[in-house]
């Protein structure tokens, strides 16, 4: 079929619930993806942060070959090697002493925001204790709870009554945690190290240490929301590490499986406590396709090949340079881009006029770029990334900037 008669064929079966860029891709390898149509594009967002190692990886692509000829679900009534050692992994490269695996990110925050109210309520013997407190201009999924918790009204809209119970403060605004969590209403605040899809908002110095007191302080459970900065995108392991400062909870997903769906929760022994079974008591929280075989291989894979082939510091090293690049271009079309943003290779350029008009004009010159927030255009490219690379995809991005593209109207 042609990519006229896809694009036909999925208007007639697919969901409208949003609006994918006309194209059909077919296949990937490294930096670079081709449509059915046979037209290459540089992929500078990596399946919105997922593929690290980006397309077709050799490593990787053979390692889940190995897994599918081997096992690739059995539930979770039963333990799998991969599901064992992908947990370990996570352990001896984190903070965490414990791990569950699910699905996607929003599930993530979903076990993670249940584990909080469990804790306050079962072990901390706080049962009042059921506030959720998290920021405004945060994301932190699409299901009931997590919609609730994002902090943009936008994603709101037409789902109420929403769950209830939840606070929503400036983010980066120490003073305003200290409000929130001083009554002690509150069984966790969620945070995420950067904000990626409210524009690659970075914290101020200082902040997610303040919020560490803050919780240690009030018996508050804190959850980073590791979804998009987790697993080496930010040049570290997970985002937070550029703080000094460890969460009691950490959800990932995205990067962790390398294109392959899989969520996790990491945690510390403590919190745990939220979610282990009691003696004779139901099953607190678990899912049929948690710790699936062939996900968990996936997450062993990328971790294993990020630690390998040196990503992270290939990852700190591509971030600075394209963050300078992005730079000049702040100072050459003043009109178009007011400032950059961002860490490693999560960044942003905020333009003065719509960003979906700088990505649709990207795309046609042979470009993928996404867009956060209401004004960023996104970079999330897979670590892999070269510089010759870097260097085409500013080069596309100034001559869209130079033909009007993103300039205030």
Known sequence: MTQADLLALADQVLLKNNKPQPVVLSKGRGCEVWDVAGNRYLDMTAGIAVCGLGHSHPEFTRRVQSQLER??????LYYNDQQIQAAKAIVDRSFADRVFFCNSGAEANEGALKLARRYQSVVAGAPQRTKIISTVGSFHGRTFATVAITGQPKYHEGFGPLVDGIEHIAYGDLDAATKALEGRHACCIIVEPIQAEGGIIVPPPGYLAGLRRLCDDTGTILIFDEVQTGVGRTGRWFGHEHDDVTPDVMTLAKGLGGGVPIGAVAMTEKAALGLTQAAGGAVPHATTFGGNPLACASAIAVLEIIEAEGLL?????????????????????PGHVTGTRGRGLLRGVVVAGAPAQVTAKAREKGMLLSVAGSNVVRFAPPFIVERPQLDEAVGILRSVLAEGAGKAS
Not at 71 to 76: E, G, K, Q, Y
């Open 313 to 333: 510091e290939r990852v700190t090293q591509s971030g600075e340079y394209l963050g300078g690049k992005l730079a000049e271009l702040v100072r050459e079309f």
């Open 71 to 76: 096992l690739v679900h059995i539930s979770n």
